[in-house]
């Protein structure tokens, strides 16, 4: 089978590098265009010229090996709008429409539709596609990796939750700023079951601005057959507007602040009405008191943070990223 594919090639990126390698999955021959310096300078400023980009892209290919084919085109269609020994175009999600075009073409001139082969966006490490005018512009490398630290803003002043999130970046992604901005979340100071998750989407979505991500953390109570429990939530947000949640540790409360809870009392007052005393001093609130220490109110968001963070260390695994 022959499969085609078309790009500018401006800067060869592993963007492009994942077109290329899926084309030669599915296809025993690849034919490329390469955008002529006019097409490429009437959709987009900064090009190189075509000689430069078609030398890094033969460069590549000759040390891939396979089949394959350059050709120079002024139009996304060119060649494959008439060709007949063409069956499959790999497309990305944002070429696809263009593919769909070249088929409804074909179809027209009584040809067979080609298979359109859709290859995911490769993410950099900021979380948006990799894309050559980034790689210019000095945002990221040609394999994504960021060449500033991540930006985070954390949808709370909390001292505790801002911590969190500095230590769990820091850990998984390096080099990182995180800001603190005071938002609403949206939920009853008490958040109690899907009222948590929504909390920390709202403040998350809010606190996103400008930074590569806006963080929210939002702790609640869910009502259990064993009893009434605390679980924190953190969600994620990224500026294509995909979300990441998830969940720490659950812990259960004592019945008599089960009860008072249950009663209408936010948990802090809860526990400052019953154990007033044992918490003087405490900066690690219930879950310290509860665990003599063990445990501190950092660690605990922490979890949450790390449990949002999953998906986007393993992205290759989680479509919907």
């Known amino acids: 089978m022959k499969a085609a594919m078309g790009g500018t090639f401006n800067v060869l990126h592993r963007g492009h590098l994942a077109l290329l390698d899926r084309a030669f999955e599915v296809a ?33 290919l000759r040390g891939r090996g396979g089949a394959w084919s350059v050709e120079t085109i002024d139009r996304p269609d ?30 027209s001139r009584g040809l067979m539709p080609l298979r359109l082969v859709v290859v995911p966006h ?27 630290p991540l930006r985070a803003s954390v949808g709370s002043l909390n001292p505790v939750k801002v911590s969190a999130v500095e230590r769990v970046l820091s850990k998984l992604v390096g080099r990182v700023e995180v800001t603190a901005i005071e938002v609403r979340s949206g939920v009853p100071e008490q958040p109690r079951g899907e009222e948590t998750r929504k909390g920390a989407m709202n403040r998350a979505a809010a606190a996103l601005g400008g ?84 445990l501190g109110r950092t660690e605990l968001a922490e979890q949450a943070v790390m449990a949002a963070m999953v998906p986007r260390m393993r992205r290759e695994l989680y479509s919907d990223l």
């Not at 400023?45 to 033969?58: F, M, Q």
């Not at 490769?122 to 500033?148: H, N, S, T």
């Not at 409360?253 to 009860?259: F, G």
């Not at 405490?282 to 003599?292: E, N, W």
């Open 122 to 148: 490769v993410i950099a490490e900021d979380f948006l596609p990799i894309a050559a005018r980034r790689v210019l512009a000095g945002e990221i490398d040609a394999d994504g990796r960021l060449l500033r």
């Open 211 to 294: 930074a590569d991500l806006g963080i929210g953390l939002e702790a609640g109570v869910f009502e259990t057959q064993d009893g009434l429990f605390d679980v924190q939530y953190c969600a994620i947000i990224d500026r294509r507007g995909r979300f990441s949640v998830g969940h720490g540790m659950g812990f259960r409360y004592p019945s008599e602040a089960a009860e008072l809870v249950r009663g209408g009392m936010t948990v802090g007052a809860a526990f400052r009405e019953l154990y007033g005393k044992g918490l003087d001093g405490r900066k690690d609130g219930a879950i310290g008191y509860l665990t003599r220490g063990a």
């Open 28 to 60: 025993d021959e690849v034919l490329i265009g390469i955008t002529s310096d006019a097409m490429a300078s009437a959709m987009k400023a900064g090009v190189r010229p075509l000689e430069e980009r078609r030398k890094d892209l033969e460069a590549y």
């Open 78 to 107: 060119e060649h494959v709008d008439v060709r007949g020994d063409i069956q499959a175009l790999i497309v990305s999600p944002e070429t696809l429409a263009t593919g769909e075009s070249i088929n409804r073409g074909r179809k």
